[in-house]
């Protein structure tokens, strides 16, 4: 079904003429154990790899990577409570901005980007709706949603919760790492004192719990695609869990959809761009993450970035990497979140000529493994 829909949004995002749309080109894709990966593939400005490790019962994370003659679309979508809203973010985001680019005659700018996630959640939240008196629970459901898209020569990245987007830029014979995208999660100082100015006259806007601090002492983004609970009033009432009920009325929405977005022109420099869910920015910082991309082969570096991440995480727990690979799903959360990592290799002699005329990619991380 997935396919069809694709093919289908392709004619717009393509046009009529375009050559048949390629999943998995040039590279090769396949599955190590809780591991997915998708080693290196070509997008019309360079190259790609993928790669997403799996630590919940059920996968919570999506991704996927589209290209085609205005540029290049990436999104990795983090959820949380479940996997059902990563999953229609993956199936719907990316055709609203497809549809909002059209009617902008394929301009793309950072209003673009935000009706299209305004659109997303417009869908989810009526979904809600739709399923309340049959599976409430729904409305508990979240997930942080990060987007870049290669316009042209400019970057534009766009964030809601603790993803990140960072950057590798050249100077002289090294890299220095570059984040890009900012992150809503209440542990920063900013995300706190942003609530208690939206929230002046509520005291429990950001509680301390479990050594970490929440909104509403419950979720540790204070953006999101779902988390219905937390925006309308109406669904923040029996039948969801009694966890997820406030004891006293507040001023909704207190979570927030609205992206965070930048431009950023793009520079000779600026190498490479690393996409990657909370998982792996846990485990390792923005400068060992790009010094890992910038000494390693393309080939396979998404999946090298996750390899580090878990030998970190399994240093932590004072345990051998072997030893954490044999961890089955569900109980491997408790020694690492899901990890998606996409890198995007920027060629810039393709993008200072405006040159679209490269491979069309498809390609979205296995649903479930």
């Given amino acids: 079904m997935f396919k069809k829909l694709m093919n289908c949004c392709s004619v717009c995002w393509f046009g009529h003429d375009h050559k048949e749309t390629v999943v998995g080109v040039n590279g090769d894709h396949g599955k190590d154990g809780l591991l997915w990966f998708h080693d ?10 993928m790669a997403v490790i799996q630590a919940n019962q059920v996968l919570e994370d999506q991704s996927q990577v589209e290209s085609g003659p205005f540029g290049t679309f990436v999104g990795v979508y983090d959820g949380h409570g479940g996997p059902d809203v990563a999953r229609y973010v993956c199936d719907h985001l990316f055709r609203h901005f497809q549809a909002n680019s059209t009617e902008s005659h394929g301009i793309v ?5 935000k009706r299209a996630f305004l659109e997303t959640e417009n869908g989810f939240t009526s979904l809600v709706s739709q399923m309340w008196n049959t599976r409430p629970s729904i409305a508990t459901v979240g997930s942080c949603c990060l987007v870049g898209v290669v316009y042209h020569q400019t970057l534009f990245v766009a964030n809601l919760g603790d993803s990140r987007a960072v950057l ?4 002289g014979a ?17 995300v706190r004192r942003e609530l208690r100015d939206l929230h002046p006259h509520d005291p429990h806007i950001v509680v301390m719990k479990h050594g970490v601090w929440r909104v509403k002492g419950i979720i540790q983004v204070s953006k999101s695609i779902g988390d219905v609970y937390m925006k309308h009033a109406r669904y923040n009432k029996e039948p969801i869990a009694e966890k997820f ?6 001023v909704m929405p207190i979570l927030s959809a609205t992206p965070s ?9 600026d190498s490479f761009l690393i996409f990657a869910s909370d998982g792996l920015w846990e485990h390792l910082s923005n400068e060992e993450a790009v010094d890992i991309v ?3 082969p393309r080939a396979g570096i998404a999946k090298r970035l996750v390899k580090a991440a878990l030998h970190e995480a399994a240093k932590k727990r004072e345990m051998r990497y072997s030893d954490l690979r044999k961890i089955d799903k569900r109980v ?20 200072s000529k405006g040159s679209t005329d490269g491979p069309r990619v498809s390609l979205r991380s296995a649903l479930e493994h």
Wanted: without cysteine; proline residues 5%.
């Fill in 332 to 351: 491997r959360r408790h020694f690492h979140d899901d990890i998606t990592v996409i890198v995007l290799y920027l060629n810039h002699d393709l993008i």
């Fill in 261 to 269: 977005v930048i431009s950023h022109p793009l520079q000779p420099g």
């Fill in 174 to 190: 090294g890299v220095t790492a570059i984040q890009l995208s900012k992150e809503h999660n209440a542990n920063l100082d900013s």
């Fill in 168 to 171: 590798g830029r050249r100077i």
């Fill in 245 to 250: 009920r406030l004891p006293e009325q507040t």
């Fill in 40 to 49: 290196i593939g070509k997008h019309v400005y360079g190259e790609y790899s």
């Fill in 294 to 296: 910038h000494n390693s």
């Fill in 109 to 113: 700018t950072p209003e673009t980007i």
